[in-house]
């Protein structure tokens, strides 16, 4: 009797240790599969480059035959994803012309209108998002669904795609836990958050925190006249009663240079610019200019 008193004890132990452990086992799952996510993204980004630089070079030899240059047409037309960023662009025109008006709470799970592997990726992953402050690297999933949300920040769909722009804002969704938005009260006005695509790097800043209803969608919704992204995700911690609000307006020139703040009237990336100096002309904006 004594001996089988033990093992149910001991079978207890087990159990306990177990459920104190699962969280850290599928913590660390989700932080390698969210780093090998980003990882995957730049060396696709750095091999469009290099073709990129491929192309530029063999078109620019006369030395080769015609057949070859128009293999090497077709190549570049591949390979700039020309196409997918005009895709990204006519969406985002979509959703500010329509006023968001299928725009719903974030955690309430959407399909991606925009699928990646049409256009030759490997699947739904716009890029990444970079924040210093918070010492997180995440990729930005398209379709925000359970598998997504365990794997890294989403995009909510009926907002903008993370290509910047007069009249966009970006709405990426992560949940409140730890390696993803867990520490998102950390940020505080003029940090800085990146965002990364195919196409290079975009720095906002942060101008505004709030804290607001679950289907206040009103509230991050699109500015006019404004380039943002707004971070979201359960408020308080391991709670799913409110939503935390972070308004970040872009700034400075950034990889697109000055023509990306008008990209919309081109549908073409611009050129990578060598400018990284940050511009301050959002600091004088009231706090009125960030609310819907």
């Not at 008006?101 to 309430?108: H, I, K, P, V, Y």
């Not at 709670?239 to 990306?260: D, H, L, P, Q, W």
């Not at 990336?269 to 960030?290: H, R």
Request: glycine residues 6%; contains cysteine.
């Amino acid at each position: 009797m004594k001996r089988i008193i033990n093992i149910i004890a001991l079978l207890f132990v087990v159990a306990g240790l177990i459920i104190l452990t699962e969280p850290f086992f599928r913590y660390n799952d989700r932080v390698k599969t969210s780093s090998q996510a980003v990882e995957e993204f730049k060396k696709l980004a750095d091999q469009l480059e290099a073709d990129n630089s491929y192309v530029e070079e063999s078109s620019g030899n006369e030395s080769h035959s015609s057949n070859h240059d128009s293999s090497v047409a077709e190549k570049s037309s591949d390979d700039n994803y020309d196409e997918l960023y005009k895709s990204l662009v006519s969406y985002n025109l979509e959703q500010y012309s329509n006023g968001q008006s299928e725009l719903r709470d974030a955690f309430s799970y959407m399909t991606s209108s925009i699928d990646f592997t049409d256009f030759g990726l490997p699947d739904d992953v716009a890029g990444y998002i970079t924040i210093d402050k918070m010492g997180v690297e995440l990729p930005l999933y398209i379709g925000l669904n359970q598998a997504n949300m365990a794997n890294g920040a989403t995009i909510m769909d009926h907002t903008s795609m993370p290509v910047g722009g007069i009249n966009t804002n970006c709405v990426i969704a992560a949940h409140r836990m730890a390696g993803f938005f867990g520490d998102i009260e950390l940020l505080s006005v003029g940090d800085i958050v990146k965002v990364t695509n195919l196409w290079g790097e975009l720095r906002y800043r942060v101008e505004k925190i709030i804290v607001i209803d679950p289907y206040d969608t009103d509230k991050i919704k699109i500015i006019p006249g404004h380039d943002m992204i707004t971070l979201l995700t359960c408020h308080p911690y391991w709670s799913n009663k409110t939503r935390y609000i972070v308004y970040c307006e872009r700034t400075g020139i950034g990889a697109f240079g000055e023509t990306a703040l008008t990209s919309e009237v081109s549908g073409q990336p611009a050129q990578t610019s060598s400018v990284t100096q940050e511009q301050s002309s959002v600091e004088e904006k009231t706090e009125n200019d960030f609310l819907p």
